[in-house]
């Protein structure tokens, strides 16, 4: 349920993003799920690795400075409307969703969605009490 998320400052140019990905792959590191955010001359991916622990050394190694979050993945079901499902009990503990993007691949054919939320110890425990009486499934964790 909470996984790790490793957020890494990059240039924003071209071929960056490509070489962060030879990093992780040619050490054996598969990514998981990844968005970007882009501010003119820089950007921070946001990525889920098979190995987290690894692709932190691996990346500290060639000089980058990843930095560690608790995040949720969790299933959701793949149809219109289906997020509803994660941010209606969300939304009824008042719980704050900071970011969310979709983890590559799908389980069960349910999409995997990450989910950073504010607090997320509390955000686990309402997906915990509604989520799995909605979906009547356990939480997925890449």
């Known amino acids: 349920m909470i996984i790790t998320q490793l957020s890494i400052p990059i240039p924003n140019q071209p071929g960056e993003l490509s070489r962060l990905s030879d990093i992780l ?3 054996g590191i598969n990514i ?18 098979d190995d987290p622990g690894k692709a932190e050394e691996v990346l500290k190694s060639k000089g980058y400075q990843p930095v560690r979050h608790d995040v949720i993945a969790v299933e959701t079901p793949d149809h219109p409307g289906g997020l509803n499902a994660i941010l209606r009990p969300l939304k009824q503990d008042k719980i704050n969703v900071e970011f969310l993007y979709p983890a590559i691949g799908k389980i069960r054919g349910n999409a995997v969605l990450i989910v950073g939320a504010d607090p997320i110890a509390k955000a686990v425990s309402a997906l915990e009490r509604h989520y799995l009486t ?3 499934k356990e939480f997925y964790v890449l």
């Open 25 to 27: 792959g040619d050490e």
């Open 32 to 49: 998981r799920a990844l968005t970007a955010a882009v501010n003119r001359e820089d950007a921070f991916i946001h990525l889920v690795a």
């Open 134 to 136: 909605i979906l009547g």
